[in-house]
């Protein structure tokens, strides 16, 4: 048997998804002694961990001990370093894909390739770090490099480098063309474990940009063939992208992870089911000891302990602002309006057609005011002096935008111009609106009735509420886009008659959005004689690595 040859032949088809049929080989290979044998042993091995269950990855120690062998040993031990490197970063291990650099370092002397793999790691080290300045960069500079050697698998790498850097940097429309780009390649190049990654990465790009229904369609479409080392993070964003744990029996929560190996990715995922479960059913110690251990797991992925922080303060009005990250912060005091993270999608679809809110301000005498995601108000307990008020079932809700508007001011208040531009979106001219803002004033202060006094005074408004209170804000809803999307998907595909009739929306309104939607390549028309469907779809189909 020439080992290198059939190390390189099983390696390649492990990549690619297809080792049944090659059992007699591997059994082969595995039995002959000596460290080439033995090499790409290990290296089959590490790959077949992350495409199949039961395999192994190896650890850095087990990968040093070819540091000192030939050079076609070592080349061999730097793949299976190389594919450990990866399980690492799915795991959001930076300590064990420091080691293993550090061993790969060893092995890449005099090896083109090595060094390919090795800056790879290295880059995505970074990324773990928040260390992302340079990354655009050095994904410029490595794709160049795997288009030039004709390394497929260096190309994508690149490419969702760059992806994840512009993510973390707030650049969620460039991270989108990235990370569709990348994995149109992997579909196009067969590989397994790079078609894992990049979906996961498109997923990710996607629930940020706030299209949390296309995540969940991309992440349950790679969930049964990815091996139960993706699991953790897998379920991370499929949780963040709307998938609803089941708290009538406690165990289901961590069914999905339950063949998923004992590493961070895996642990935060767990804590994270728990965490949402526990404000969903108002256990405030419950959600407390999950959020513990997700801050603290989530805390070797630089850009997921952001995420994980927002919503930590997005659940609970008692994390301090200051904890926050910027984004996080300026949407609890009502700054923006644009859920931070691409968080709401865990709010999940809404009760009604008017009911789309997915934000409550929560408002108590002495305590400054705070926006929280409605899924967290089961979280402030059954303290029946709280006033709870309920979304009204008219469509624009001006008198819930001006309480909650006025309510997240405090006690500076807004003026009345002010107050009427968050409330109606156009300029306030006294000589032909004060009327309106009359009517206006006088609805809010008859909404909250004795749960809050509206004061106003000299061209100034001011809320005071008598004990807690929590409001709608009708402000922060989810987008006609996203709710048309579940929508179409629920359905199959759908008429612009029909969305309108779902959403309780104009048709004029349901045909502007469906335009945007195909604009964006969100959703596809499909015409069947005079009958016009729209069909979700994200165009992920094939790209060449272009070498």
């Keep these: 048997m020439d080992v290198e040859t059939t190390g390189r032949e099983l390696h390649e088809a492990v990549c690619r998804g297809a080792f049944r049929g090659l059992e007699s080989p591997w059994n082969a290979l595995r039995e002959l002694e000596g460290p080439h044998a033995a090499a790409w042993a290990l290296a089959v091995e590490a790959a077949r961990a992350l495409v199949e269950p039961g395999a192994i990855v190896p650890s850095p120690e087990a990968i040093a001990r070819f540091a000192s062998e030939a050079p076609d040993v070592r080349a061999a031990a730097a793949i299976a370093c190389a594919h450990a490197e990866r399980a690492a970063l799915v795991a959001w291990s930076e300590p064990t894909l420091a080691a293993l650099c550090a061993?790969?370092?060893?092995?890449?002397?005099?090896?083109?390739?090595?060094?390919?793999?090795?800056?790879?790691?290295?880059?995505?080290r970074q990324l773990l770090r928040g260390e992302v300045a340079a990354l655009e960069a050095e994904g410029k500079a490595l794709y160049a490099e795997g288009a030039q050697a004709q390394d497929a698998s260096i190309v994508i790498d690149a490419t969702l480098i760059r992806a994840m850097s512009a993510l973390t940097l707030g650049d969620v429309e460039g991270a989108t063309g990235l990370a569709r780009r990348a994995s149109r390649m992997a579909r196009t190049e067969g590989l397994r474990a790079e078609r894992i990654l990049a979906s996961l990465v498109l997923a990710r790009v996607r629930r940020r940009g706030g299209r949390p229904h296309l995540a969940t369609r991309i992440l349950a479409a790679i969930g049964p063939f990815a091996s139960p080392l993706w699991h953790g993070w897998?379920?991370?964003?499929?949780?963040?992208?709307?998938?609803?744990?089941?708290?009538?029996?406690?165990?289901?929560?961590?069914?999905?992870?339950?063949d998923a190996p004992d590493q961070p990715s895996t642990r935060a995922a767990r804590a994270l089911l728990r965490w949402l479960a526990g404000a969903h059913v108002g256990d405030r110690a419950a959600a407390e000891g999950a959020r513990a251990v997700v801050l603290a797991e989530a805390a070797g992925f630089a850009d997921i302990a952001t995420e994980a922080l927002a919503l930590a303060g997005a659940l609970d009005p008692s994390v301090g602002l200051d904890e926050l990250p910027e984004n996080a912060?300026?949407?609890?005091?009502?700054?923006?309006?644009?859920?931070?993270?691409?968080?709401?999608?865990?709010?999940?679809?809404?009760?009604?057609?008017?009911?789309?809110?997915?934000a409550s301000v929560v408002c108590r005498p002495g305590v400054p005011p705070r926006r929280i995601l409605r899924v967290a108000v089961p979280l402030l307990g059954d303290d029946a002096s709280i006033v709870r008020l309920e979304r009204t079932r008219l469509r624009r809700g001006r008198v819930d935008t001006a309480i909650a508007a006025l309510a997240l001011a405090g006690d500076e208040g807004l003026t009345d111009a002010t107050l009427f531009e968050k409330a109606y979106e156009f300029e306030f001219v006294p000589a032909?609106?004060?009327?309106?803002?009359?009517?206006?004033?006088?609805?809010?202060?008859?909404?909250?009735?004795?749960?809050?006094?509206?004061?106003?005074?000299?061209?100034?408004?001011?809320?005071e509420p008598h004990g807690g209170l929590?409001?709608?804000?009708?402000?922060?809803?989810?987008?006609?886009?996203?709710?048309?999307?579940?929508?179409?998907?629920?359905?199959?595909?759908?008429?612009?008659?029909?969305?309108?009739?779902?959403?309780?929306?104009?048709?004029?309104?349901?045909?502007?959005?469906?335009?945007?939607?195909?604009?964006?390549?969100?959703?596809?028309?499909?015409?069947?004689?005079?009958?016009?469907?729209?069909?979700?779809?994200?165009?992920?189909?094939?790209?060449?690595?272009?070498?």
């Design 103 to 124: 061993v790969h370092r060893t092995l890449a002397t005099g090896d083109a390739a090595a060094a390919r793999t090795l800056r790879r790691a290295e880059a995505w």
């Design 470 to 547: 929590v409001l709608p804000d009708p402000r922060c809803v989810e987008h006609v886009e996203d709710r048309l999307l579940r929508v179409i998907a629920r359905h199959g595909g759908i008429t612009t008659r029909q969305a309108a009739q779902e959403l309780d929306v104009s048709v004029r309104t349901a045909q502007l959005a469906l335009r945007r939607l195909l604009a964006s390549g969100d959703c596809v028309l499909n015409r069947d004689g005079r009958r016009v469907q729209y069909l979700v779809e994200d165009t992920t189909f094939t790209e060449p690595t272009r070498y």
């Design 234 to 258: 897998l379920r991370w964003e499929r949780s963040l992208a709307g998938w609803r744990p089941v708290t009538e029996r406690g165990v289901e929560v961590d069914l999905g992870l339950v």
């Design 329 to 358: 912060r300026a949407w609890a005091r009502g700054d923006v309006d644009e859920t931070p993270a691409g968080l709401h999608g865990i709010v999940g679809p809404p009760d009604g057609p008017a009911d789309s809110t997915i």
């Design 432 to 463: 032909l609106h004060a009327g309106i803002l009359d009517v206006l004033v006088h609805r809010m202060r008859a909404r909250v009735e004795d749960a809050a006094t509206v004061h106003r005074n000299a061209g100034r408004l001011r809320l």
